[in-house]
């Protein structure tokens, strides 16, 4: 009975209506994402044979995140939030559907893979920060948005372990087209989810100056604030070095491992397997005390599995080094999300969830860039040894700002009720984990 009510209160977030449609639909969509990501870049590289181009790929499809994100945060903060997601979803099946008919008919090129690229990534930049910020709304009780944070990221990570496994076996069957279709496909799932919802009108707020002033206030309050600062650094710097692995994966999988697509996709999904591990202990968890400490921790695994698995020359052993890196980037990059979305007022949670993107989205294509053009040169191994020893550095430098960000936390969470509920075990947080086992 105990195993039973320990997975009510880690799910406990599927108990809103709202939450549980988007749940269901995202899981779907998701696992299409995750199919054409795979089929994309070994399309690449069965084209082109470079990986300069599979870096060229990465940065184009992500480089919108770092220059519109901003912009979509404050967008997100003055409009429906509802609407921008139905209207991002359906454009994003559209650039699928585009991309499976060149592939299926055989008309793809590599400048048609790159402008789709492009279109994605911009939408993505409206999207998945208006999608952060909206969590929040699909709640009835606010108490349970650490725990919906933490599901989200299950969500993504569940469909990163099973969407490139069935895509390597796509690929070897049939060819990189029918992921590209079954992805566009998928999208249907989350457009019914979101259009099946029931939620209340959310006050907007009085557009008392422009955007470009409501961008620069969001700036100056996410940078003035070191914790907030220093977390979405923290971000920047692991999406910027220890993100890039997964462009030269199809590189290492046939050059270094002498292996096929199938391989490809048990290795992505090993990452896959492994964030999806951190993401259920980070939903078993009762609050988000101590998830700070877990950052420089996890970063530091990333980091020394991608140094140990730039040294691996066979298959059987990069898997469980797989397994690691997925752990430490889902629980480095969720407990970062979590943490932001928490201390942040509810008014700016919009650019604040934008910053996030911009680091997490917007350095990534830089890294992938660059991880192409070192690559080129001096082989994807050394590459990614330099880019986990990058992360081991950076984890270093944020565990020893720790205590100070911790202090400067605290009144925020006094103030936001979190640390007497929690923190001291006091009687509402035991009523509320009973209420909710119940």
């Known amino acids: 009975m105990s195993s039973l009510r320990q997975l009510l209160w880690t799910v406990r977030a599927l108990h809103h209506r709202n939450f549980r449609l988007f749940y269901m639909g995202q899981s779907i969509s998701l696992i299409g994402t995750w199919m054409q990501r795979i089929a994309l870049g070994w399309l690449v590289y069965r084209l082109t044979d470079s ?186 710097m692991i999406s910027l070095m220890g993100m890039p692995y997964a462009v030269l994966m199809p590189a290492f999988v046939r050059d270094v491992l002498s292996a096929g697509p199938g391989a490809l996709g048990f290795l992505m999904g090993a990452v896959g397997a492994g964030a999806l591990m951190g993401a259920l202990y980070l939903a078993s968890r009762r609050d988000v005390l101590g998830l700070d400490r877990l950052i420089p921790l996890a970063a530091a695994a990333l980091g020394c599995g991608l140094m140990a698995f730039s040294f691996s020359p066979v298959l059987w052993l990069s898997l469980p080094l797989m397994l690691v890196v997925g752990i430490g980037q889902m629980l480095q990059m969720a407990s970062s999300n979590t943490l932001l979305q928490t201390m942040v007022d509810d008014d700016k949670r919009g650019r604040i969830m934008s910053f996030y993107v911009m680091a997490f989205m917007g350095m990534a294509p ?73």
């Open 51 to 236: 990986v300069f181009l599979l870096g060229l790929v990465g940065f184009v499809g992500q480089i919108p995140g770092f220059l519109l994100a901003p912009l979509a945060g404050v967008l997100a903060d003055r409009w429906d939030r509802h609407r921008m997601l139905l209207v991002t979803q359906a454009i994003a099946m559209a650039q699928a559907l585009v991309l499976a008919i060149l592939v299926l008919t055989n008309a793809v090129t590599i400048w048609h893979i790159l402008a789709l690229s492009l279109v994605l990534g911009i939408i993505n930049s409206f999207d998945i920060p208006t999608r952060q910020s909206f969590t929040v709304e699909m709640l009835e009780d606010k108490r349970d948005l650490a725990n919906a944070i933490a599901l989200n990221s299950s969500m993504v990570n569940g469909a990163r372990l099973l969407g490139p496994s069935v895509a390597g076996v796509l690929i070897a069957a049939v060819g990189e087209g029918v992921c590209f279709l079954l992805n566009g496909l998928s999208y249907l799932a989350v457009l019914a989810s979101l259009l099946l919802m029931q939620l209340g009108q959310r006050k907007l707020p009085p557009r008392r100056s422009g955007v470009w002033h409501e961008l620069g206030e969001g700036f100056r309050y996410a940078f003035r604030f070191p914790p907030i600062r220093d977390l979405l650094l923290m971000v920047a």
């Open 366 to 438: 830089v890294g992938s860039l660059i991880a192409g053009s070192v690559a080129s040169k001096i082989g994807a191994p050394w590459t990614v040894f330099l880019a986990g020893a990058g992360c081991t550095v950076a984890a270093a430098v944020f565990a020893k700002r720790l205590p100070a960000l911790r202090d400067l936390v605290r009144p925020v969470y006094v103030a936001k009720e979190i640390l007497p509920e929690t923190a001291q075990g006091t009687r509402p947080g035991r009523e509320r984990e009973r209420e909710v086992r119940r």
